[in-house]
């Protein structure tokens, strides 16, 4: 089973206005981390934002928030006041508490959104 | 500039031919990762380094990949008797922190094309 599904393949949203992207995770671990990635057309993965499983409140970083449901399992990325430099690709990721390693965190497919001006 | 620093950007290679990647990851991070992302899907991890130990290898890793990180400072990723097949974007990145919310900084990549 997939432990990323991102089902937005693109996604195109007006400028200055918000856009919910959709974020499911599969998982029975307690303890896991979600985060958001995005990557440019320069290639560049550059952290957006972070869940922790445990957190009671839905992480915020500028305009980007996190509507975390953890009952469910989803992770959606909101976008608000959507600028042209926002046209990317947007990754859902995850990490497993209960694995030691360095392999457990888990990329979705990506949505690309394209801001129109 | 601080960030993840790779090198090159682009590589066009034969089919057969060597060819080696160059990360230099921030200097305070100690853990350093390498994936790696086809057209269409997320990064897939390939290996890890905690300071100079490279603790973990994934089985995409086959023996025709070697990974380094002398020092515990930069990082080369070789790839001896290229295929077609390894055309990707090689990602770099690296970290602080404790595991669950290790938040990974990654660089711009190296375009592998095997001709």
């Known amino acids: 089973a997939q432990k990323i599904t991102q089902t937005q393949p693109g996604m195109f949203v007006q400028e200055k206005e918000a856009v919910t992207l959709d974020c499911t995770y599969d998982?029975?671990?307690?303890?896991?981390?979600l985060f958001w990635y995005k990557q440019p057309s320069s290639g560049e993965m550059i952290f957006l934002i972070y869940?922790?499983?445990?957190?009671?409140q839905n992480a915020t970083e500028g305009r980007y928030s996190l509507n975390f449901q953890k009952a469910r399992k989803s992770a959606n990325l909101v976008i608000s006041a959507s600028q042209l430099g926002d046209s990317a690709m947007y990754f859902c990721?995850?990490?497993?508490?209960?694995?030691?390693?360095?392999?457990?965190?888990?990329f979705g497919t990506g949505t690309r959104l394209t801001v129109i001006p | 500039d601080t960030g993840v620093s790779q090198n090159p950007r682009h590589k066009i290679t034969k089919r057969g031919q060597n060819v080696t990647f160059r990360c230099d990851p921030i200097?305070?991070?100690?853990?350093l990762y390498w994936y790696r992302q086809t057209l269409g899907q997320g990064p897939e991890f390939l290996t890890y380094?905690?300071?100079?130990?490279?603790?973990?290898k994934s089985r995409l890793l086959s023996d025709r990949f070697s990974a380094e990180r002398p020092k515990g400072s930069f990082s080369t990723l070789e790839i001896q008797r290229t295929e077609q097949g390894d055309s990707a974007m090689y990602l770099c990145?690296?970290?602080?922190?404790?595991?669950?919310?290790?938040?990974?900084?990654f660089g711009s990549g190296t375009q592998l094309s095997v001709l």
């Open positions: 990145a690296s970290s602080f922190g404790d595991r669950v919310n290790e938040k990974l900084f």
């Open positions: 998982t029975s671990d307690p303890s896991y981390g």
């Open positions: 869940q922790g499983s445990y957190d009671q």
């Open positions: 990721a995850m990490r497993e508490g209960r694995f030691d390693g360095a392999n457990n965190l888990f």
């Open positions: 200097s305070e991070h100690n853990r």
């Open positions: 380094f905690q300071n100079e130990a490279q603790l973990e």
